[in-house]
Structures are given as structure tokens and as C-alpha cells.
């Protein structure tokens, strides 16, 4: 059971709007920045968010993050079938130590 | 482009050592931090620990320290995980990634190497 805490999985048609929750504790995402990474079937993860709401270069302003006090979110507007994939949100946390959360697989109906 | 490539997939017996690379390019990879992720199959991410080519600054998760070795040579802009033992349970898919530090997002990963222990 993973520190981070988010739903195991979520659906919602294409073109719609879906929102992925990750809590945790003052421990880490309450002092630490969240990234929020993208991993499509049998591929590397890759970087969605970073630093709570940050975009790297090349993503999509489809996926957005937010954070409020121990717990964040990753919103993806405009769905997709491309953006059918398992999405982990990550933080350092004081057992110096990132911790990642157990994974939401989306399903784009 | 900024890549980091990894090494080919292992096939190893419980008890052999391993060591496994991942190369940086296209950047200056003394400048940024490598980690190492484990994920187990059909199962989630979890770090393992992060080297600073630079001057070799390691941090490990607890619950890997003992357990493997991070290293790095950085006059060919490759960092290493390695075993010195091997279990079954060791069997798993290991990225390596690149960030700017522990605390801050990992922006590049590489394609992962599949490490199989099996008697």
C-alpha cells in the first residue's frame, strides 16, 4: 500500500474532462513539489507536470496540476484513446525518500 | 536530443552479480542528477535512489540501501545499478531518469532494462 494515495482507476468518454487525485500527509506533499508522470502501455514513464503545475516543454495544456495543503490533483481536458494509460503523481517525502503513488489507470470509453 | 540509453535485458541465476548502465547525451551530465525506478511486473513505480555524476553525491530510499549500488562514471556519461546478489524478487524493469535534484521531477527517462533472476 502505497503512501501516496490515488484511485485506482477512472474513466470518462472522449472529449470529456477527468481528474486524477493523489493525498498524502505533511510528510511529503504537504512540504514537498508533485510531479504527475504519463505511462503508456509497455513504455517508459513520462513527465506531465513538475513542480505542482508546471508543464515541461512539448505538453499539452490538456493536462493540468494543482496542489492544496497534503494532496494534489492532474486534470486532463479534451480526452482521448491516446491518453489511455496508468498516471503516478510523485513527491520527496522526510524518509528521504521520492515516494510514488500506487497508479490510476485511465480508461477513455 | 537529450537521451539516456540503457543497457540490454538480463537473464541472471539467484546468487550471480549484475550491473546495469544507463548513458546520458545531449546534455551536460554532470549538471544533472540520475535515479534509478523500480517497477515490478504489473505493479507501480518506486525510486530507488540518485547519483550526481558530478561529484558522486548518492542518496538511497531506505528501503533499498544495502540492496544495490549506485555509481557513475562520468568520463562516459554513464550511471550504473548493480547487484551484488540477485533474488527472484530482484526480477523487475529498471528505468534510470534524469532531475534536476531529489526533490524536483524526473524529466527524462531512459527505455528501461528488464532484469530476469530465475534458477
Known amino acids: 500500500q502505497s503512501v501516496l494515495t490515488q484511485p485506482p482507476s477512472v474513466s470518462a468518454a472522449p472529449g470529456q474532462k477527468v481528474t486524477i487525485s493523489c493525498s498524502g500527509s505533511?510528510?511529503?506533499?504537504?512540504?514537498?513539489?508533485v510531479s504527475w508522470y504519463q505511462q503508456l502501455p509497455g513504455t517508459a514513464p513520462k513527465l506531465l507536470i513538475y513542480?505542482?503545475?508546471k508543464r515541461p516543454s512539448g505538453i499539452p495544456d490538456r493536462f493540468s496540476g494543482s496542489k492544496s495543503g497534503t494532496s494534489a490533483t492532474l486534470g486532463i481536458t479534451g480526452l482521448q484513446t491516446g491518453d489511455e494509460a496508468d498516471y503516478y503523481c510523485g513527491t520527496w517525502d522526510s524518509s528521504l525518500s521520492v515516494l510514488f503513488g500506487g497508479g490510476t489507470k485511465l480508461t477513455v470509453l | 536530443e537529450v537521451q539516456l540509453v540503457q543497457s540490454g535485458a538480463e537473464v541472471k541465476k539467484p546468487g550471480e552479480s549484475l550491473k546495469i548502465s544507463c548513458k546520458g547525451s545531449g546534455y551536460s551530465f554532470t549538471s544533472y542528477w540520475i535515479g534509478w525506478v523500480r517497477q515490478m511486473p504489473g505493479k507501480g513505480l518506486e525510486w530507488m535512489g540518485i547519483i550526481y555524476p558530478g561529484d558522486s553525491d548518492t542518496r538511497y530510499s531506505p528501503s533499498f540501501q544495502g540492496q544495490v549500488t549506485i555509481s557513475a562514471d562520468k568520463s562516459i556519461s554513464t550511471a550504473y545499478l548493480q547487484w551484488s546478489s540477485l533474488k527472484a524478487s530482484d526480477t523487475a524493469m529498471y528505468y534510470c531518469?534524469?532531475?534536476?535534484?531529489?526533490?524536483?521531477?524526473?524529466?527524462?527517462w531512459g527505455q528501461g532494462t528488464t532484469v530476469t533472476v530465475s534458477s
Open positions: 505533511s510528510s511529503n506533499i504537504g512540504n514537498n513539489y
Open positions: 531518469a534524469r532531475s534536476t535534484g531529489p526533490y524536483y521531477g524526473m524529466d527524462v
Open positions: 513542480e505542482n503545475n
